[in-house]
């Protein structure tokens, strides 16, 4: 038992090539621990369908984004097809006081940013098994022409070459055992000693 021992709580950064499950893995992560919660970025572009503002992301005019963006507020940001996303230190911060952890999925650019951000954060690279089965699973998705899928596939050859920057590598070949995977480097990481608030004054006062 560990009660009455606080430890701090982290970023835990998921990358993948596209199609690799990251999305998949994240959500079920997020579905089985009421201690992690989805990092909610900003971005600049307007809600689609059911998109709920400050649930899918908090949606901002431009003005507003520099504005936070000249004020520090973004981890990291990027402007993607003409709009701008960022990640939300404040959003973090507030969910690590709450006791949680904060999980999120990015591009390689954006994992780089991070881990060189003063954010306590834990990175895993998600691959599946092999360049064919990424195939497959792109063509069994049905959403990209073959264009896309010819592009997402020597993207994901750039991504792994990034791989060495990650400190975790997990390979999705099953689902189940990804997470349970995944949920293994999460418990391992809240048991580093650096993680431990105070340990010293639990045992010798003060
Ligand atoms: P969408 O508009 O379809 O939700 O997202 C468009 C792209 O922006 C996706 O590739 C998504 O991963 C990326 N994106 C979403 N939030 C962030 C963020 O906070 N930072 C960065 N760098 N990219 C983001």
Do not use: C
Request: net charge negative; hydrophobic share 30%.
């Amino acid at each position: 038992m560990t009660t009455g021992y606080s430890k701090r709580n982290f970023l835990i950064i998921l990358s993948a090539p596209s199609g690799g499950g990251k999305s998949t893995i994240k959500n079920e992560i997020l579905e089985k621990s009421e201690k992690m919660e989805y990092s909610v970025s900003y971005t600049t572009r307007a809600p689609r369908g059911s998109e709920k503002d400050e649930v899918d992301y908090f949606f901002v005019t431009e003005n507003k984004f520099l504005e936070l963006k000249v004020k520090n507020e973004f981890l990291e940001s990027a402007l993607v097809h003409g709009n701008w996303y960022g990640t939300s230190r404040s959003f973090i911060e507030s969910k690590f006081n709450q006791g949680k952890h904060v999980i999120m999925d990015i591009d390689i650019q954006g994992a780089e940013s991070i881990r060189k951000s003063d954010i306590d954060s834990v990175s895993i690279f998600i691959l599946p098994p092999d360049l064919e089965i990424l195939e497959k699973r792109l063509r069994d998705r049905g959403t990209d022409n073959e264009e896309s899928i010819r592009k997402r596939l020597y993207n994901a050859r750039k991504e792994i070459e990034k791989i060495s920057d990650y400190e975790y590598l997990v390979i999705n070949d099953d689902l189940n055992d990804a997470v349970t995977e995944i949920e293994a480097i999460i418990k391992a990481e809240e048991n580093k000693v650096k993680r431990y608030n105070k340990i010293e004054s639990k045992f010798y006062g003060g």
